[in-house]
């Protein structure tokens, strides 16, 4: 994983972001606050995210990367961040 910071911009990208293996794409984009974000996951599992404008959450997406976790029941908040997909 990699996670910088250039002029003010957060950036982080772990994992296959990009799905090449299969994954399935899920995308937020927020031009109001210049958010984006893109997970890939493949089989219930988080394998790739890549994060623009916060990346607040990038250290529990790698994790999860890392790990392989079960993630299918917070698929909905996923995209959301910690806070939101563990509460939910």
Same mark, same amino acid.
Request: proline share 1%; aromatic share 10%.
């Given at each position: 994983?990699?996670?910088?910071?250039?002029?003010?911009?957060?950036?982080?990208? =772990?994992?296959?972001?990009?799905?090449?293996? =299969?994954?399935?794409?899920?995308?937020?984009?927020?031009?109001?606050?210049?958010?984006?974000?893109?997970?890939?996951?493949?089989?219930?599992?988080?394998?790739?995210?890549?994060?623009?404008?916060?990346?607040?959450?990038?250290?529990?997406?790698?994790?999860?990367?890392?790990?392989?976790?079960?993630?299918?029941?917070?698929?909905?908040?996923?995209?959301?961040?910690?806070?939101?997909?563990?509460?939910?």
């Amino acid at each position: 994983s990699t996670q910088l910071k250039v002029s003010g911009i957060e950036l982080f990208s =772990g994992g296959d972001f990009e799905g090449r293996h =299969g994954g399935e794409p899920i995308v937020l984009r927020d031009g109001c606050r210049g958010v984006y974000r893109k997970l890939v996951l493949c089989n219930g599992r988080l394998v790739g995210a890549l994060l623009y404008g916060d990346a607040a959450d990038a250290a529990w997406y790698a994790r999860l990367i890392r790990s392989g976790a079960d993630v299918a029941a917070q698929r909905t908040g996923l995209i959301f961040g910690s806070r939101y997909a563990e509460a939910a």
